[in-house]
């Protein structure tokens, strides 16, 4: 962008010292705003040409002053390049810094990312999820090992930061640190918040992002099928912990929620809906989006089941539910007692409730989305394009309605 940029010298007749000598000063004007210095010389105001911005004649006074004042004036035009090639702004604020001799205070990147993290640690529980605190740190962690790795330095300013360094951070994740596509994806868009906060700040004037792009590969989410979840409800073990561990996992598969949102859920979310029927009504721990779901036969008989259970009385909450660690290490035991041959984990109830309880059943995907509180369409379109039995189930009507489509064609060939 250009910057316009004039220098003029001019004397302050109000300011007469006591030798009667008016001072002689700058005024560098930016783009219309301008500041104004003493150039600690002293004249007379019949010696000074206000046409010419400087001392009149050729005597030695004159050309002494008058050089001072065009190596005064070249320094204010060295000034604007250096701004230039630090790639700052050239405007009042940075030339008056600049003319003072005051350094600007570096951003370095570290540390801005350490602040943020702090500030997500403060919001969990209230706008942010542990899990994402705990991801953002593992992304300072990488951020650090790659700033050791590509440049040998602790830290960086946060202006030295290029479409270059975007390139390499993400070549680090991927060989270095042997991260897949889609989480080395995350944690450059980690990054990118801390940029997009710099840039906000008016750190960097740049977004080294301009013309980046990490693409997401979309992978099929398991899900447990029809004969999968009879399995594992027909299912009767031994062991108290596997027989609680099965009803909560099959409680989320039958209501679609996360495991951070069926364990805070209490006696208060559940209400009556627009159906005169007993809905769960609970705003996300992820997004903070609502869901609204009707509660079905199978999930209300095992909030019963559990409701005067001494964890769940204990802690004010509907289910006694165990860690998430805990969850799905018993997962897998559960697993393997039943038969099923997938790497069984909670979330994998979420991704049941979308296919094989609701979409499969034909429940619509607007209602199914607004279940699983997904902000937009797209998200619960995934779980669609998955779907090779509803698409035949589908395409059924169709085989019905063209079926004798073959012995037209022959009709007609005969014809």
Known sequence: MNTKLSILFFVKRTKTNIDGLLPIFIRVTVSGERIEFSTKRFTSAEKW?????????TSAEAKATNSYLDTLKAKVYD??????????????????NKILGIEKRSHMLVGI???????????VGREFATAT?????????????????KYKVSDIDIRKINHETITSYEFFLKCVRKCNQNTTAKYIKNFGKIVRICLANGWITRDPFINYKCKIVEVDRAFLSQDEIETMFNKEFTTERLNLVKDIFLFSCFTGLAYADVKKLTQGNIGIGVDSERWIFINRTKTDTRSSIPLLPFSAAIIEKYHNHPQSSNQGRLLPILSNQK??????????????????????ARHTFATTVTLTNGVPIESVSKMLGHKNLHTTQHYAKILDLKVSDDMKVLKDKFGNGKQMLLKKSIG
């Open 113 to 123: 990312f350490k602040q943020h993290n702090e500030e997500i640690k403060a919001l």
């Open 49 to 57: 040409s206000v046409e010419g911005n400087r001392m009149k004649g």
């Open 327 to 348: 969850m799905n290490s018993y997962l897998k035991e559960i697993a393997d007692l039943c038969g099923i041959h997938k790497e069984l984990t909670f979330h994998i």
């Open 133 to 149: 605190y705990t991801r953002y740190e593992t992304s300072l962690k990488h951020t650090i090992e790659f700033l050791q790795w």
């Open 79 to 96: 000034y604007q390049q250096q701004l230039i090639r630090e790639d700052e702004l050239v405007n009042v604020e940075n030339m008056r």
